[in-house]
């Protein structure tokens, strides 16, 4: 018992729930990491992890990545993550997720679910049946739909946010941009730079994926996978795999800027931030550019409207000269930056939510709050 409470506190989580339901078979664990900002949001993954201790790992891990993602974001949200242990080809049918509904019902909106690696809007709108705090439906449904291009958005954002921190301009107009994968996100941050001008190259082992940039976006050339690292470019944007930075790619790497919607792009967080830090190549952190597609998701919560998400994406530009800012006046890589600024606001809202103010009546500032 005492290893479970030991593993709460070394990640510093409030909660962890375990959900056995006989009948269908559900086994899922609902970590809940923080709740400072407000409910706990983020995706439940359904993967077929080789033990229940990886399970937990993978769960503690990825709800505390939410809460700075949140936090960074400006949103008013805690972070939050789910996994249910099983195929995501095999094991899924409609009892499955409702009874994974009735669990997440019965945390009271502390945490909200969404779909992630291995589940879908189909699974999420069963989940829908038997709870209120699900996000990520679909449009027919009230939802926001494909997150990809709100991811892509952001993306650019932060792309441009660090040109113009390290050149005073943010016109991509005849500089080389190099995009590792162009799938969901890729394709949409490629037709983002087509249209500034910028010179595009990418890669990706998928050769319909790469045809169809080519075919859409005139002047688009493409590169063989594995040399997309020796691109000379102005900006490298990983849009495929994590772990991307590592030993091996960071002296082939002729950019400077590296900015991408991977999750996880540093192979070894304290590692690769630092030695692109020493290289000179700013490192537009992956949490914070890639957050388009949870900023729009949360959105749902306030009743969703694509103008606003598209207003609150582009402020991902401004977030991202920020955590620069930081980095620069306090000696500390772009990462530690980031994680500064969710800390602080944290820090901060807390000492605000400190005073009891009486009951607020449900106006568009808690409307706002919880967006
Ligand atoms: P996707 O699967 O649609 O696209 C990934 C692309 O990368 C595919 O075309 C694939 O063929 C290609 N690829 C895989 N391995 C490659 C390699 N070695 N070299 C070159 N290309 C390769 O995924 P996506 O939704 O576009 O997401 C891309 C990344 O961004 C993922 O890491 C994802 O976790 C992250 N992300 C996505 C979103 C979103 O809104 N979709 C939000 C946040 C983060």
Not at 29 to 39: F, Y
Not at 192 to 219: C, E, P, Q, T, Y
Not at 294 to 313: D, F, M, P, S
Request: with cysteine; glycine share 10%.
């Amino acid at each position: 018992m005492s290893e479970i409470f030991a593993q709460l506190q070394k990640r510093s989580h409030e909660q962890v729930v375990f959900c056995h339901d006989e009948v269908t078979g559900l086994k899922a664990i609902i970590a809940i990491h923080d709740t400072t900002l407000g409910p706990a949001l983020g995706g439940c993954r359904m993967w077929h992890y080789e033990s229940e201790a990886d399970a937990l790992r993978d769960v503690m891990r990825l709800s505390r990545g939410m809460t700075y993602k949140s936090a960074a974001a400006g949103l008013n949200l805690g972070g939050g993550k789910a996994v249910i242990i099983g195929s995501s080809k095999t094991g899924k049918n409609e009892a499955l997720f409702r009874s994974y509904g009735r669990f997440v019902q019965g945390l009271a909106g502390r945490y909200i679910t969404a779909e992630d690696v291995g589940t879908t809007v189909e699974d999420m709108e069963w989940v829908l049946m038997e709870s209120d705090h699900v996000v990520g439906i679909s449009r027919a449904l009230g939802g926001s739909g494909d997150p990809s291009p709100f991811t892509a958005l952001g993306v650019y954002e932060g792309i441009k946010a660090a040109r113009k921190w390290t050149t005073g301009s943010e016109s991509l107009a005849g500089k080389t941009v190099a995009v590792q994968g162009v799938g969901h996100v890729g394709y949409h941050l490629v037709k983002h730079l087509v249209h500034d001008g910028a010179r595009v190259v990418v890669a990706d082992i998928d050769a319909d994926n790469v045809r169809r940039v080519i075919n859409d976006f005139k002047g688009v050339e493409a590169v063989a996978p594995d040399r997309i690292y020796d691109v000379d470019c102005d900006v490298f944007a990983p849009c495929a795999l994590g772990a991307v930075i590592n030993d091996d790619t960071i002296p082939r790497l002729k950019c400077a800027i590296v900015c991408g919607c991977s999750n996880n792009i540093l192979a070894d967080e304290d590692v690769h931030s630092r030695a692109l830090w020493s290289r000179e190549i700013l490192y537009a952190p992956d949490y914070v550019v890639n957050a388009g597609g949870l900023i729009n998701v949360a959105l749902e919560l306030e009743g969703y409207n694509t103008e606003r998400a598209t207003q609150k994406v582009r402020a991902i530009h401004d977030i991202t000269t920020r955590i620069f800012n930081i980095a620069r006046d306090e000696n500390i890589t772009t990462l530690e930056a980031a994680n500064r600024l969710a800390e602080r606001r944290i820090e901060a809202l807390a000492k605000v939510r400190d005073r009891y103010v009486g009951h607020r009546p449900q106006r568009l500032g808690n409307r706002l709050r919880n967006g």
